[in-house]
């Protein structure tokens, strides 16, 4: 027999924002990933990027992914992810930013082709 029970979801603030965002883009999917993030200087090498920030990717298309970081972040600004174990490390450019108190929610686009990240039934 089935029981009822209630959970509180861990960072539910930053889920509810990034959902928001997510509204805009149809083929979203809810994800939750945790990527270390690097901001990409113009003429830098993007492989020599500093990470500053742990972030969750909370929603992804099979072109973008969005989070909510601490690092303010601006359209058009080049972004590296990657994962712990390397198997995600990618290029993506921010295009879509929503500013809340405290943090950037944020939509980047991946800079080039990352199949099946994302597979859905």
Known sequence: MAQQATAT??????????AELARFF???SPVRMPVQLARV??????TAA???ESIVIEFGTPREVLFACNTPLE???DLRLQNSDRSFDVAVAVVA????PGKTVVAARFRGAVPNWIVKS
């Open 9 to 18: 979801a861990r960072n539910a603030q930053n889920a509810s924002t990034v």
């Open 26 to 28: 149809p083929e979203a």
């Open 41 to 46: 200087l113009p003429g830098s090498d993007p």
């Open 50 to 52: 500093h990470f500053t």
């Open 75 to 77: 359209f058009g600004d």
């Open 97 to 100: 930013v929503q500013y809340q």
